[in-house]
Nanobody, 115 residues
């Protein structure tokens, strides 16, 4: 069992930055994939960015050039630095980890960007 705890959400103005952090605990060996997803009201959950244990990254189109995902395998954390935030980035952001074919999710952290 893997437990994920997110932190770092909040209310910011358009153009500002936030850094979200996700800490994994429990049976944390062989976590190949970790990522950040988001879900806005009335919309489906979508990928923001992901990173493998080897450091290979994937970004959704809206995140490219503005967001940077990073991972510390020793600390079992995955962060996403979000710059130049827009009102449309407002959502609950979730951390996900994939281990041995099982997906684990955090409880989510709210990000609100005002115009």
């Amino acid at each position: 069992q893997v437990r994920l705890v997110e932190s770092g959400g909040g209310l910011v103005q358009a153009g500002e930055s936030l850094r979200l952090s996700c800490a994994a605990s429990g049976s944390i060996s062989n976590i190949r994939y970790m990522g950040w997803y988001r879900q806005a009201p009335g919309k489906q959950r979508e990928l923001v960015a992901a990173i493998t244990s080897g450091g290979v990254t994937t970004y959704e189109h809206f995140a490219k050039g503005r967001f940077t995902i990073s991972r510390d395998n020793a600390k079992n954390t995955v962060d996403v630095q979000m710059n130049s935030l827009r009102p449309e980035d407002t959502a609950v952001y979730y951390c996900k980890a994939a281990q041995m074919g099982i997906d684990y999710w955090g409880q989510g952290t709210q990000v609100t960007v005002s115009s």
